[in-house]
T-cell receptor, first 112, second 115 residues
Framework: AQSVTQPDIHITVSEGASLELRCNYS??????LFWYVQSPGQGLQLLLK??????LVQGIKGFEAEFKRSQSSFNLRKPSVHWSDAAEYFC??????????FGQGTRLTINP | DGGITQSPKYLFRKEGQNVTLSCEQN?????MYWYRQDPGQGLRLIYY???????QKGDIAEGYSVSREKKESFPLTVTSAQKNPTAFYLC??????????????FGPGTRLTVL
């Protein structure tokens, strides 16, 4: 079965520091890739998505992600985090007509 | 505004009771989904529906039931057969499952607690 791995369960960074959240998926056909963010007790909001074309995609709130086919990865980055970025982040991957598969999530804590 | 609504936000149930969680969307989406979220386990798919009057089991369907009588509505019933129903439940919708643009839009969630 296809799988999605977010290796980091919890990450803590200082406000203003750069951020990278990792996402890896099992090999398969060209995937559709998504990053979602969830604030406590809320639903998920789409940050960005990749279907084709330029492998570096820009999203909302200053986030970007890069698709690296050779590494089966779709890591999320932000140059300078803000306290409001504290949340849980989910990577999701779809293959063709199959259902989306979500990673287990990475909880981000921001130190002031 | 277009979106997905879930009600209630908090729900308490006694053991042995069935309970129904509501999900409504006005996005004109064909596909709808129910997920269960537990701490540290991400999202697990319970049921999904691609079209009215049709739905499919997801990865953890045991103890749950759904209906899809209208395009806008996809209620989830948590039955007494569900052994550990306390969780956060998320409803989502998308244009379609098999299409390229299968981005999912999520509701705000319902937190179910069994007393």
């Amino acid at each position: 079965a296809q799988s999605v791995t977010q290796p980091d369960i919890h990450i803590t960074v200082s406000e203003g520091a750069s951020l990278e959240l990792r996402c890896n998926y099992s090999y398969g056909a060209t995937p559709y890739l998504f990053w979602y963010v969830q604030s406590p007790g809320q639903g998920l909001q789409l940050l960005l998505k990749y279907f084709s074309g330029d492998t570096l995609v820009q999203g909302i709130k200053g986030f970007e992600a890069e698709f690296k086919r050779s590494q089966s990865s779709f890591n999320l980055r932000k140059p300078s985090v803000h306290w409001s970025d504290a949340a849980e982040y989910f990577c999701a991957v779809g293959w063709g007509a199959q259902k989306l598969v979500f990673g287990q999530g990475t909880r981000l804590t921001i130190n002031p | 505004d277009g979106g997905i609504t879930q009600s209630p936000k908090y729900l308490f149930r006694k053991e042995g009771q069935n309970v129904t969680l509501s999900c409504e969307q006005n996005l004109n989406h064909d596909a709808m989904y129910w997920y269960r979220q537990d701490p540290g386990q991400g999202l697990r798919l319970i049921y999904y529906s691609q079209i009215v009057n049709d739905f499919q089991k997801g990865d953890i369907a045991e103890g749950y039931s759904v209906s899809r009588e209208k395009k806008e509505s996809f209620p989830l019933t948590v039955t007494s057969a569900q052994k550990n129903p306390t969780a956060f439940y998320l409803c989502a919708s998308s244009i379609g499952i098999g299409l390229s643009y299968n981005e999912q839009f999520f509701g705000p969630g319902t937190r179910l607690t069994v007393l």
